[in-house]
């Protein structure tokens, strides 16, 4: 592709990460290099299986925090923003080293949302990707001006959510 377009995926609903993982795949069977970075959700240790599919399927992955402090009480808020600004300080360098087809920033909202990091350097980590790189960001929160930065603002709402009716989190649907 010659011009690589910014998603987001963002919302109260369930299906972010879903959405992005679908992407990914589908861009996997096409033969593209993507790389998959979380945010939040610790893949190696919370279960995600889709992440195991698409290091399977030859997917990059890259896990940038503990979680979050909200989450996980080890974990400081120093800790989460500074884990934020290296894993995208990395994810640069990475980027300028390899051709990358497609780029999943897990979660990646929620640190804007929470005041981990400040949307401007979200938006100059925008600016500066390859012109042929798709990006995909997801999480709660996205802002009027990353919205405006997109070229595809998926919002998932929640009208009914079994979680509402005390039932947990269920493995292979929601981790």
Known sequence: MEK?????YTGDGKGKTTAS????????GHGWKVVYASFFKRPDTC??????????????VFSFSEGMPMANKHISREEYHSAVES???????????NKIDLLVLDEILIAIQCHFIEEDELKRFISEKPASMELVLTGRGATAGLKELADYVTNLSKEKHPFDRGISSREGIEY
């Open 87 to 97: 894993g995208l300080s990395e994810l640069k360098k990475y980027i300028a080293g």
């Open 4 to 8: 690589g377009l910014v998603h987001i």
């Open 47 to 60: 279960g995600y299986n889709e992440v195991r599919v698409l290091k399977e399927l030859g997917a990059t």
């Open 21 to 28: 993982v679908g992407l990914a795949v589908r861009a996997l």
